[in-house]
């Protein structure tokens, strides 16, 4: 039986998580619930799986939980809070997804505490991988990656001596602005960028689909989680998100993993890896493969694809700078702050700007997150 922490329970991996665990009664169980401000939908699932350890935003929250519980498990709120649940004894799997950055310190300290990482916050690899390596390193935990790309190249890789892999693909579906012109692109609304055709997700991740951020982001994850150079990762656009990643062999031949685009396929494959059993999702239908195409991505309409490969080039802090610029733009944009197009121009003016430095400790990573943040809140506020 695994026992898990799930943080950020009320999102949209937290909420297929909990899926993935009622498919599963005698193999998973939930033991801590850490979220932010949904504190009502924090509270139907505290109700339904019982969790010994919950966590919520506020304190405020957390006497609101207290009050309103049929049953009393210990209450935390804040980043205290998530690193309670992600601490908690009787927990030896962390499904890490929170977003953002704010998932960086939680997940190093599952690592570091030995536990198995389910890390779908792929903002903390980005900006802080070599911190997530070295904390599995010295505390035996075991990191798996739950976004369907890196949880694809996960089983395609494994086994395979690393000198055989000439590239690893992963693919794209191009999100809602494939086939835009640039000026339509320039001009897109928050409800069209939110408009994605083939992924359900929260609202920061759909948006770094619509710019393809989130394929870059994607780009630096599998470079820190496999040891590839920057030029052994690239990306190919699928539409249809049924094939998720592909890895290219010295001898000219490629192997794919394909499966249906549903994320609870990628969770459970973490949670209960090796094993790989029935679950929630049914099989794939090869009926739908022939409708498959696969196109190059264009870095003109798509900027921030070619920020993120100058990023992981540059190495360093550059993908915490980077990282930590999106989020800022990101979250204007969502507030009717910035323009779609701005969210690009403030990447490149933060990456341009800032020098990066070696990636050094937690501390110095979460500095040169702030400084970043800083700037990139300045050059909004320029604009508005
Ligand atoms: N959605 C997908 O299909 C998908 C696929 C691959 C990877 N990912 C990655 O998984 C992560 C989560 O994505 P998502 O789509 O599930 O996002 P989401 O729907 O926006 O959910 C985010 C979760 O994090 C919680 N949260 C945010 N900030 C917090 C904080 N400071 N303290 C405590 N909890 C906080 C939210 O709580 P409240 O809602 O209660 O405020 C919510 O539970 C992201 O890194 C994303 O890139 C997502």
Not at 226 to 247: E, N, Y
Request: net charge negative.
């Amino acid at each position: 039986m695994r026992a898990l922490a799930i943080l950020g329970s009320t999102g949209s991996i937290g909420v297929s998580t909990l899926e993935v665990v009622q498919a599963h009664p005698s193999r998973l169980s939930v033991q801590a619930l850490a979220a932010g401000r949904n504190r009502d939908l924090l509270l139907v699932q505290c109700e339904a799986f019982r969790p010994r350890c919950v966590s919520v935003g506020t304190q405020e929250d957390a006497e609101w939980l207290r009050a309103s519980l049929s049953y009393q498990p210990e209450l935390h709120w804040g980043p205290e809070g998530l690193l309670a649940c992600a601490l908690h004894p009787e927990a030896d799997t962390v499904v890490a997804a929170i977003v953002g950055s704010a998932g960086l310190a939680s997940t190093e300290a599952a690592l570091r505490a030995g536990r198995r990482v389910c890390v779908a916050n792929k903002e903390s690899l980005v900006v802080g991988g070599a911190l997530m390596h070295e904390a599995a390193l010295a505390g035996g935990g075991e990191l798996l990656p739950v976004d369907s790309e890196h949880a694809a190249l996960h089983q395609l890789l494994a086994g395979r001596a690393p000198a055989t892999i000439r590239e690893v693909r992963i693919t794209a579906s191009g999100g809602p602005f494939r086939d835009w012109s640039l000026a339509r692109i320039q001009a897109a609304t928050i409800e069209e960028a939110l408009n994605h055709p083939t992924w359900k997700m929260g609202p920061k991740i759909t948006i770094d689909s619509a710019t393809l951020m989130n394929k870059g982001l994607e780009v630096i994850e599998a470079s820190v989680l496999f040891g590839l150079r920057p030029d052994q990762v690239a990306v190919t656009v699928h539409p249809q998100s049924q094939v998720h990643a592909m890895v290219g062999f010295h001898d000219g031949s490629y192997q794919l993993q394909v499966c249906a685009n549903d994320m609870k396929l990628p969770i459970q494959y973490c949670l209960l890896f090796p094993d790989q059993c029935p679950g929630p999702v049914a099989s794939y239908s090869w009926e739908d493969a022939r409708h498959w195409t696969f196109e190059a991505p264009d870095l003109e309409r798509f900027p921030c694809l070619g920020l993120a490969f100058q990023a992981l080039r540059e190495g360093g802090t550059a993908p915490a700078l980077l990282n930590a610029a999106n989020e800022v733009a990101v979250a204007a944009f969502l507030q009717g702050r910035l323009g779609f197009w701005d969210i690009q121009a403030c990447n490149q003016e933060v990456l341009a700007r800032i020098p990066a430095t070696p990636q050094g400790s937690l501390a110095q990573v979460l500095d040169a997150d702030l400084t970043a943040r800083r700037h990139a809140e300045g050059w909004v506020q320029a604009r508005t």
